[in-house]
Structure formats: C-alpha cells, structure tokens
C-alpha cells in the first residue's frame, strides 16, 4: 500500500489492515460479483427493457368492456387512444371477468370457470 506522508512525501507500506488470506477471498468475492452482474446485464438488462418500452406504449390504448348485440358475448376491445379507432378485440364469456393484460407480450390472462385462458392481441 502506498501513502502521502505529512510532508508529502510517497511512502509505500507492506502493512496491510487485512491479511492476505482475507485481500485473496474478497478479491475472490469481487470477481464471482462481477461475473454476476456481467450475467445480468447481458441476459437480463434486456428483458428489463423491453418491458420498459411496453409499459411506455400502454398510453397509446385502452381496453374497453362492450356488450355484444343480441346473441353475442361481452367483448374486451383494445382501442387506439389517438383516434378512438378499435384495433382488437376477444369474446368474453363472462360479464364481469377476472383478467390481465401483460402490455409487454400482448397477452391478456382470462379466468373463467377455474380455467386459465389466454389471448394474444394485435
């Protein structure tokens, strides 16, 4: 370890506060650390990402509950905020059903009878 003395001047020191079996483990710790983050932001920074960029497209479209004409089920229509245009929509066979849309793969999670479905909109 090198330091400034008082006066300024370098002085090098081989007194260590942590012995070298303790400097050898936590350079053993920071390297397994840096591996680690290294993994993150290569396999796992981009997944983050996109989910980001989706929940920053939600704003441009709301999913509205319509009612069918006669003989129809209740539709779930996705419609574009901009210009109140419809762009998808899915018959629901349930009026008042439990449901999730994941924005970032454009799929909505459905209930329905103890039964998991699931849609893929455009």
């Known amino acids: ?5 008082s006066r300024g001047n370098l002085v090098e020191s081989t ?7 303790d400097r050898a483990k936590a350079k053993r710790t920071l390297e397994a650390q840096q591996a680690v983050m290294s993994g993150i932001d290569s396999e796992i920074m981009p ?3 996109k989910r980001f960029n989706a ?3 939600t704003a441009d479209y709301a999913y ?3 009612r ?5 089920t209740t539709q779930l229509v996705k419609v ?5 245009k419809e ?5 629901i066979s349930n009026n008042k059903p439990l449901y999730e849309i994941d924005p970032a793969t454009g799929s909505i999670y459905y209930v329905y009878n103890n039964e998991l479905r699931t849609f893929k909109v455009n």
């Open 80 to 84: 574009r905020k901009k210009d109140g």
């Open 64 to 66: 509205v509950f319509a």
């Open 55 to 57: 929940l920053k497209q």
């Open 15 to 21: 007194n260590y506060v942590f012995s070298e079996e």
């Open 47 to 49: 997944l983050v990402q």
């Open 68 to 72: 069918g004409t006669e003989g129809e």
């Open 87 to 91: 762009v998808d929509k899915i018959a």
């Open 1 to 5: 370890m090198s330091y400034r003395d």
